[in-house]
């Protein structure tokens, strides 16, 4: 936790940009009866039933100094998907960068060997020699500001059906791009000073005679 705190307190630094990184999905769902627009005197209305069609994973990459966020859609989200996002972060995103801080769960996805496993060696180290990896501890997904940025998503855009994968794709774009061009992003207060005192029952306690 102190160590994703520390990183949070660094001052930007183009050539070495915070990036938190997280994932989520969305189930698609087709209207199985056209919706009625709005009339007057008469809101719009849709059916309660739905079709299912299929589910999309999200991988959030969250840039909170320099008011960035790109949200990426994929089939599943395997070690190979996650590869191939970091792999955009290194050469599309940020292709000037020296490393790029990439804060993100400990999942056995998140891990070097995934580059190994998505591309051939001398590609993966590349890749891997662009990165500094920092992972929140077990049960404290709540210190990812992209985890943050995820709930943000769900409720201006996710919070109605959305047909297909294609659909997805074009709102959650149209969704970052607004929030790019406001400059919106997180301001971060929480420290590891207020972790020792706010979240002091999580630290060893320590006898003094010892």
Same mark, same amino acid.
């Given at each position: 936790?102190?160590?994703?705190?520390?990183?949070?307190?660094?001052?930007?630094?183009?050539?070495?940009?915070?990036?938190?990184?997280?994932?989520?999905?969305?189930?698609?769902?087709?209207?199985?009866?056209?919706?009625?627009?709005? *009339?007057?005197?008469?809101?719009? /209305?849709? +059916?309660?039933? !739905?079709?299912?069609?299929?589910? #999309?994973? %999200?991988? @959030? &990459?969250?840039?909170?100094?320099?008011?960035?966020?790109?949200?990426?859609?994929?089939?599943?989200?395997?070690?190979?998907?996650?590869?191939?996002?970091?792999?955009?972060?290194?050469?599309?995103?940020?292709?000037?960068?020296?490393?790029?801080?990439?804060?993100?769960?400990?999942?056995?996805?998140?891990?070097?060997?995934?580059?190994?496993?998505?591309?051939?060696?001398?590609? *993966?180290?590349?890749?891997?020699? /662009?990165? +500094?990896?920092? !992972?929140?501890?077990?049960?404290? #997904?709540? %210190?990812? @500001? &992209?985890?943050?940025?995820?709930?943000?998503?769900?409720?201006?855009?996710?919070?109605?059906?959305?047909?297909?994968?294609?659909?997805?794709?074009?709102?959650?774009?149209?969704?970052?791009?607004?929030?790019?061009?406001?400059?919106?992003?997180?301001?971060?207060?929480?420290?590891?000073?207020?972790?020792?005192?706010?979240?002091?029952?999580?630290?060893?306690?320590?006898?003094?005679?010892?």
């Amino acid at each position: 936790m102190e160590d994703v705190l520390d990183v949070y307190a660094r001052p930007r630094d183009p050539q070495r940009p915070l990036v938190c990184f997280d994932e989520s999905n969305k189930e698609q769902h087709r209207e199985t009866v056209p919706p009625l627009p709005p *009339a007057p005197g008469q809101p719009a /209305r849709r +059916e309660s039933t !739905y079709e299912r069609n299929g589910v #999309s994973n %999200l991988f @959030m &990459a969250f840039a909170p100094l320099e008011n960035w966020r790109h949200v990426t859609i994929t089939d599943r989200r395997t070690a190979v998907d996650w590869a191939h996002c970091v792999r955009d972060l290194v050469d599309v995103h940020f292709p000037d960068a020296e490393r790029i801080v990439l804060v993100q769960d400990n999942l056995n996805t998140h891990t070097p060997a995934a580059l190994y496993t998505a591309f051939p060696p001398a590609e *993966a180290k590349r890749i891997w020699d /662009r990165l +500094e990896l920092h !992972y929140t501890p077990k049960h404290g #997904s709540w %210190l990812n @500001m &992209a985890e943050i940025e995820l709930s943000v998503l769900s409720r201006q855009c996710l919070d109605r059906r959305i047909p297909d994968q294609a659909t997805l794709r074009q709102e959650t774009a149209a969704w970052a791009d607004r929030r790019n061009a406001a400059g919106a992003t997180i301001d971060w207060q929480f420290t590891t000073a207020d972790a020792r005192v706010k979240l002091i029952k999580l630290y060893p306690t320590l006898n003094p005679s010892e």
